[in-house]
């Protein structure tokens, strides 16, 4: 198949185009290159384009017959949204609203979403399955819910078929280390931890200790970005039988507390992590752990990567090498 990879200059998007190609699918990335890697393009040919610039778009899909798209591009810190939620709701909604006109415009009726654990806002439960209470606590939770509502309307009215895959923690990188997670700035814990590891970043801040947590630090379920390309191209073939808007919760199902991940990422770098800790990050909630029997019962979906110390490992190389 010829599939659209929406971002796919990012994290997330690179991981998916190499996945794609390893089973011989043809890809095409469509990326603004806002924050995304030209390098990271290794697989497929490069479209730039902008979500936000309907003629763009259209380009990017003249001349292409594309059997489905692959839908990473976003923004996606939690604080940037807080503070500028016109941003966020441009970008991820107005933005998504066009590709979606220009799928419609071009019949191409799939699409595989990315989506996040923040559509849930406060958990409620140990583990969070798919009919958890949905109520964002931030703009950027919100501007995901709202694509997943649009999704859900344009079934009904066009017949797209879709998959919102609500990502927990995405983590590692391409055991190759050719491609990986580089953001500026970097806000996440598995980078934080091993750039600090590695002396190529500062001392961990770690966002509080007096969480309702065994050890006080927050609790996450990190799932290997491998894992996650392998449940898209399994709700690719999902949508072959099934109509509809889907939408399944992608987690590893265990939760590894910040002072857990920092031993872990000691133990397979050999180095001590330094770390200070500090206040709180605003809308952090304590514990995130995905139920995903629903995503291993349908699509049939097992992690290869269950322990957290592999994850980490592929995360090492990576910064090890990182050439961008
Ligand atoms: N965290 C931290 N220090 C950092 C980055 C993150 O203590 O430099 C904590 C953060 O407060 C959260 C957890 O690590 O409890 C995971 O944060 P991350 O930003 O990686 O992912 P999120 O769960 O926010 O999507």
């Known amino acids: 198949m010829h599939i659209l990879v929406c971002g796919g200059a990012g994290y997330i998007g690179s991981h998916m185009a190499r996945w794609l190609a390893l089973r011989d699918h043809r890809v095409t990335v469509l990326d603004n290159l806002s924050t995304g890697h030209r390098e990271a393009v290794q697989w497929g040919e490069l479209v730039e384009a902008d979500l936000l610039d309907r003629a763009s778009l259209d380009r990017a899909f003249e001349g292409r017959r594309f059997d489905a798209v692959m839908h990473f591009c976003a923004r996606s810190l939690v604080g940037e949204s807080v503070q500028d939620p016109y941003a966020y709701y441009a970008a991820n909604v107005s933005g998504t609203l066009h590709l979606l006109e220009t799928m419609r415009r071009h019949g191409v009726d799939r699409l595989v979403f990315s989506s996040t654990a923040a559509v849930f806002g406060h958990p409620n439960s140990a583990r969070i399955d798919e ?67 590695l002396g190529t970043g500062p001392a961990l801040k770690v966002f509080g200790e007096d969480y309702a947590t065994p050890d006080g630090t927050c609790v996450r379920d990190y799932v290997h970005v491998d894992d996650l390309a392998e449940a898209h191209l399994r709700a690719l073939d999902y949508l072959d039988a099934n109509a509809g808007a889907h939408a399944f919760n992608l987690g590893n199902g265990q939760g590894f507390s910040v002072r857990e991940v920092i031993a872990a990422a000691e133990a397979v770098s050999g180095r001590k992590i330094p770390f200070s800790i500090e206040p709180r990050r605003a809308g952090d909630p304590a514990v995130l752990v995905a139920a995903s029997d629903k995503a291993r019962a349908a699509l049939g979906w097992v992690p290869a990567y269950d322990r957290l110390e592999p994850i980490l490992e592929t995360a090492l190389r990576w910064h090890r090498a990182q050439p961008y």
């Open 131 to 197: 009919d958890h209470p949905k109520q964002p606590i931030n703009p950027y939770g919100a501007s995901k819910l709202m694509v997943e509502r649009i999704l859900a309307d344009a079934a009904g009215a066009y017949g797209l078929r879709s998959v919102a895959l609500r990502y927990f923690n995405a983590a590692g990188a391409s055991p190759q280390a050719t491609i990986g997670e580089s953001h500026s700035p970097e806000t996440h814990l598995i980078p934080n931890v091993l750039r600090a590891a």
